[in-house]
């Protein structure tokens, strides 16, 4: 393995990596600062950006800075299905017991274990639909009701919307009017420019015990150029590279490793 060779303590460029290890970027704050306000306020937040941009990870990260006993999240990775299949994901994520596939009697369930976990005063309650993308139309303008308690007066629990630009397209459909009002904060994750993609590849080698100049400084341009800024496949050209650089056994990783790395790649 490239780990053992390079002597690096652990995987550098995985997409599970904890939280503590990642590069504080500007997306990620920007979405942290946002799920603050939307917590506070309670209502809906929608991030939207390319896949491969960094999204899922700023989530992850932004809802790990909470302690369980302040903030319960409720995440969900959304589907074309219906939203029988989406009020049944939320109930799982509520513990509740599903006994009924009606829609109307699993959206009053929900409701009534929500206005119980707030009066129980378990603290603040947010549920993230990741992918969200994905969604039905007709899922996105009936998901209002969910939100609607004490005649409309009442935000009991914020919703986080994540998803492909797409989402912005959904939204704006007539239909999805009555959603799209809720919307109190939306943030938009971009790819990363060259100088962040440095520091990005530079730090996740020292995450692995690495202080060394590994990646010569036209294989990270090399790299930004092949990812277009994108995290996930920026990862997958630095791993790929690597395997490149041990084969050869050297020990820089050279632009022709990674140029070798993005014929591997769809």
Known sequence: MYTEYFGMKKEPFVNDILTKDLLMLPGTLGTKNRMDYVLRNGGIMVITGDVGVGKTTSLRWSLEQYHKSEVHNIYITATTGSSSELYKQICWGLNMEIKTSSVSLLLKNIRNAIEEFINQKRGKLVIVLDEASL??????????????????????????????????????????????????????????????????????????????????????TAIYQGSGGLLRRANSLARGSLIGCMIDKENVVTDEHVRKAVTELI
Request: charged content about 20%; hydrophobic content about 35%; cysteine-free.
């Open 135 to 220: 969604l039905r139309t007709e899922v996105l303008s009936e998901l209002h009701t969910l939100t609607q308690f004490k005649y409309d007066s009442a935000n009991l629990f914020s919703l986080i919307l994540a998803g492909q630009n797409s989402l912005l397209d959904k939204l704006s459909y007539r239909t999805s009017v009555p959603l799209a009002s809720r919307v109190i904060t939306r943030s938009h994750l971009t790819a990363l420019d060259r100088d962040q993609m440095s520091d990005y590849i530079k730090h996740h080698l020292k995450v692995s015990g690495i202080k060394s100049n590994l990646f010569s400084e036209n294989s990270i």
